[in-house]
């Protein structure tokens, strides 16, 4: 039986031609989910077996994987169109600058 890591993250790795047929917002995601995972391994408090359990998966910014999968779906991203931010992502930002003067 396979144990499971309900702490460790990573994104799991598609295909360029299904990032294609996948909405903005479902591209912004995975965006944002790249840009949360760990420098390297060596940031990470990660055991021997998490790392392990994740080798097919993207888990680290310093791999290739990493790489290639940010630069495919900001390629993708920079042929739709822009699309606003609702007005409670900029209550939230707002908020945000504010908590940090």
């Known amino acids: 039986m396979e144990k499971e890591y309900k702490f460790v993250r990573f994104v799991?790795?598609?295909d360029?031609?299904?990032?294609g047929?996948?909405?903005?917002?479902s591209l912004r995601k995975r965006l944002e989910e790249l840009r949360t995972l760990h420098e390297c391994v060596e940031d990470s408090d990660w055991s021997k077996e998490e790392i392990q359990?994740?080798?097919?998966?993207?888990?680290f910014k310093n791999t290739d994987i990493w790489k290639s999968a940010w630069f495919e779906v900001k390629e993708i991203l920079?042929?739709?169109?822009?699309?606003a931010r609702s007005n409670k992502e900029r209550r939230q930002q707002a908020a945000r600058s504010k908590k940090y003067r």
């Open 78 to 83: 920079a042929t739709r169109e822009h699309v």
């Open 12 to 14: 799991e790795p598609v």
């Open 16 to 19: 360029a031609s299904a990032l």
């Open 53 to 59: 359990s994740v080798s097919e998966m993207i888990a």
């Open 21 to 25: 047929s996948m909405s903005t917002h």
